[in-house]
């Protein structure tokens, strides 16, 4: 008897800005078909290269309140004092219940949001090597003014000081290698994963 429609486990990556989160994911994208990434609703506009419904679900602030109001969020969260952003709850539990693998890439306050909702999720929190190449990485991106980027560091200190509150810590050093920890956490074959630590 196959166990293939067993509901699966919700997976949540989360970290501190410029941590590579959203690089992360788009490599389990690539190289990890059988893995299903949750898509978040945000305010915010599309950055270059970014494709409405596969990167983001780009919404009006309007739409957002209704959605919120009507319960169909997972989570969400006013990110960065400025845009929101939040899960739609049905299409995670449709494929959960299915027996898809999901990964949910979202911030500090949206892991926390689905802790409350979802306590047997597992969550996952992406670091850094260092403080010192989270800021080379947030500049050297380019994609914030300098008043966004003060911001941005205000709020991954933050961030930073929440690891303690995840199961598991993977170290973003080397893109393919943060990847294939993530998934074999997740339980999805990969090779040549690393070794994950586990909060204790």
Do not use: C
């Not at 893109?175 to 990969?190: I, K, N, P, W, Y």
Request: charged share 25%; no cysteine.
């Amino acid at each position: 008897m196959s166990s293939s429609t067993a509901p699966a486990r919700l997976t949540v990556l989360a970290g501190p800005t410029a941590v590579g989160k959203g690089t992360v994911s788009a490599d389990v994208r690539d190289r990890y078909p059988q893995v299903w990434l949750s898509v978040s609703a945000t305010t915010r506009s599309p950055r270059p290269g970014e494709e409405d419904g596969v990167h983001y679900l780009f919404v009006g602030p309007e739409e957002f309140d209704r959605m919120v109001a009507a319960g169909e969020m997972l989570e969400w969260a006013v990110v960065h004092g400025r845009n929101r952003y939040g899960t739609p709850r049905r299409p995670v539990e449709e494929r959960l219940a299915a027996g898809v693998p999901v990964l949910l890439e979202i911030d500090l306050q949206g892991a926390r949001q689905v802790r409350g909702s979802m306590p047997d999720a597992r969550f996952v929190f992406l670091a850094p090597p260092s403080y010192d190449e989270l800021v080379r990485r947030l500049v050297g991106r380019g994609t914030e003014d300098e008043e966004e980027r003060t911001r941005r560091l205000e709020t991954a200190r933050v961030e930073l000081a929440a690891e303690s509150e995840f199961d598991v810590t993977i170290v973003n050093d080397d893109v393919h290698r943060a990847t294939d920890e993530l998934v074999s956490v997740m339980g999805v074959s990969s090779v040549g994963a690393g070794s994950a630590h586990v909060a204790g």
